[in-house]
């Protein structure tokens, strides 16, 4: 069956350290792969997407790697910030052209 | 990119009543729309796809006759949980593919409590 595996722990960092999340997946052949941040309460924010060819992309203080022989992908948070503290979720397309599935997510709080 | 909502973004109801959810797509036309559902620390879990003039497209082991779904436009899709108990108690959201499936926007996600 198809999984997707995030850091089960919280992660706790100190504000101006990088984060890096982890994200692995099982019996998907993804054309894309997709961060989202969840704040409490609130529905998931879309981040950033890499697609199959790329291995890395960025966005200001984020960087997404994506190893499809590994099948990970590693989302970083370079100096972050008390203001990053959020679940951050990894997503895969279920099967083409169709909605999403998301990890469980991982728990990010930096400390100031 | 597009902005949607839900409303009520909380509800409280009795065992045994029917709620229903609103998600409407603000600023983008959206014949499909996609509702999922995330119980406490735990991901989100696709419930259905609604599309706009036909019938909802429900994800196995999701009773169509409880959650049910109605696209009437191309902006607004509503979800009722029909005689809601409390193992129905989770956050409910909607996405609009905005441009795309790769490209999902999502609602602020509807808190039902269940007494």
């Known amino acids: 069956s198809q999984k997707i595996e995030q850091n089960s722990e919280a992660l706790n960092i100190q504000e101006g350290k990088t984060a890096t999340l982890t994200c692995n997946y099982t019996?998907?052949?993804?054309?894309?792969l997709q961060w989202y941040r969840q704040d409490p309460g609130r529905g998931p924010v879309f981040l950033l997407l890499?697609?199959?060819?790329?291995k890395e992309k960025r966005k200001e203080r984020l960087k997404v790697t994506f190893d499809t022989t590994l099948k990970q992908s590693l989302f970083h948070i370079t100096a972050s910030q008390p203001a990053d503290s959020a679940t951050y979720l990894c997503a895969l397309e279920s099967r083409p052209g169709y909605a999403l599935n998301f990890g469980k997510g991982t728990s990010l709080l930096v400390t100031p | 990119g597009a902005v949607v909502s839900q409303h009520p973004s909380r509800v409280i109801c009795k065992s045994g009543t029917s709620v229903k959810i609103e998600c409407r797509s603000l600023?983008?036309?959206?014949?499909?729309m996609f509702w999922y559902r995330q119980f406490p620390k735990q991901s989100l879990m696709l419930m259905a796809t609604s599309n706009e003039g036909s019938k909802a497209t429900y994800e196995q082991g999701v009773e169509k006759d409880k959650f049910l779904i109605n696209h009437a436009s191309l902006t607004l899709s509503t979800l009722t949980v029909t005689s809601a108990h409390p193992e129905d108690s989770s956050f409910y959201i909607c996405?609009?593919?905005?441009?795309?499936?790769?490209?999902?926007?999502f609602g602020p996600g509807t808190r039902l409590t269940v007494l």
């Open positions: 600023d983008f036309q959206a014949t499909t």
């Open positions: 890499i697609r199959e060819n790329e």
């Open positions: 996405s609009v593919p905005a441009g795309g499936p790769d490209t999902q926007y």
């Open positions: 019996n998907y052949s993804p054309a894309y």
